[in-house]
């Protein structure tokens, strides 16, 4: 072999290597890898807009809850009656009304698993024998447990008493609040919705204030929270996500190239001066072989 056909011929053997370095990525590895990559960036775009779905709801919500409660208040009786449906509750959730009756203490519903400021507890639901003989649940209020793990016992308030407070869904409620209620909302003299007290006329005796507020008192539970939640911060996070993945991913797989592109390119040696070379797939220990042989020889 002639000394000047040896550059042609390692050449050929760079450019054929070039032409097809970028192969490899079709390899079924790599295409799972692909595939993986698009899903994942479907997911996040996904969850991102999901995400955004979920503060349009909560906005509908928090709109819907402030109209109802500029709304004028009414009796709880002119707007739930026994037997009504699912849809009257959803009519009426909201809305700012007033219960007159007198307490079945005995009655009392125990809410449990639920949670306020931190503390673990439960809601006490005690029905309120309207006038005409109909009932209404009242959540009366949130305790938590005693030293030796059992629900606070907080008595209602006797005689004659009025509440004023929020129409609320018991629907709506989470846990095991659906199955604790099913048995007094399933009576057929019961309201289908609830009062989330927020007063009453006498107050509840066990009720906490500023002085008095411990371990055995009855704590209001808060009407619902107008905020818009961290849906929007979390779509952000995971559209940028999803963005990085896409600009991301390309520019490794470049880097890839580069790297192994340079990797033949060191593996083609043309040895000019002694009319030889090595072809593709040679290791820099073949080179530091050679050199060691022709300084032997």
Not at 91 to 103: H, I, N, S
Not at 118 to 133: F, M, N, Q
Not at 231 to 260: C, D, E, K, N, S
Request: aromatic share 6%; with cysteine; glycine share 10%.
């Amino acid at each position: 072999m002639a000394i000047g056909e040896c550059p042609l011929l390692a050449w050929g053997a760079v450019s054929s290597t070039a032409s097809s370095d970028a192969r490899f990525l079709l390899r079924p590895w790599w295409v799972l890898s692909h595939l993986f990559v698009v899903a994942l960036v479907v997911t996040m775009v996904s969850l991102g807009f999901w995400q955004l779905r979920r503060l349009d709801e909560k906005r509908d919500r928090n709109a819907l809850i402030e109209s109802r409660m500029d709304q004028p208040t009414v009796a709880v009786d002119d707007l739930l009656a026994p037997g009504d449906g699912a849809d009257a509750v959803g009519e009426a959730r909201f809305r700012q009304v007033t219960a007159v009756g007198t307490y079945d203490d005995g009655a009392t519903v125990v809410v449990r698993n639920r949670s306020q400021d931190g503390v673990a507890g439960a809601w006490l639901v005690t029905p309120l024998v309207l006038e005409d003989g109909a009932r209404v649940g009242v959540l009366r209020g949130f305790v938590s447990f005693t030293a030796d793990g059992s629900i606070v016992e907080a008595a209602a308030p006797t005689g004659e008493v009025s509440v004023d407070g929020m129409i609320v869904d018991p629907g709506s409620f989470d846990g095991t609040a659906p199955q604790d209620l099913a048995p007094l909302l399933a009576a057929e003299d019961v309201v289908p919705g609830l009062v989330l007290a927020e007063s009453s006329t006498p107050a509840e005796p066990a009720l906490a204030d500023a002085t008095t507020a411990g371990p055995t008192s009855l704590l209001v539970v808060p009407p619902p929270e107008l905020s818009e939640g961290p849906h929007l911060g979390y779509a952000a996070q995971w559209f940028i996500f999803a963005t990085i993945a896409v600009v991301g991913y390309p520019l490794v797989l470049r880097r890839v190239l580069a790297r192994r592109g340079k990797e033949v390119d060191d593996d083609v040696v043309v040895d000019d001066d002694h009319g030889g070379g090595r072809t593709p797939g040679g290791t820099d220990l073949d080179a530091e072989l050679d050199d060691l042989l022709r300084q032997g020889g």
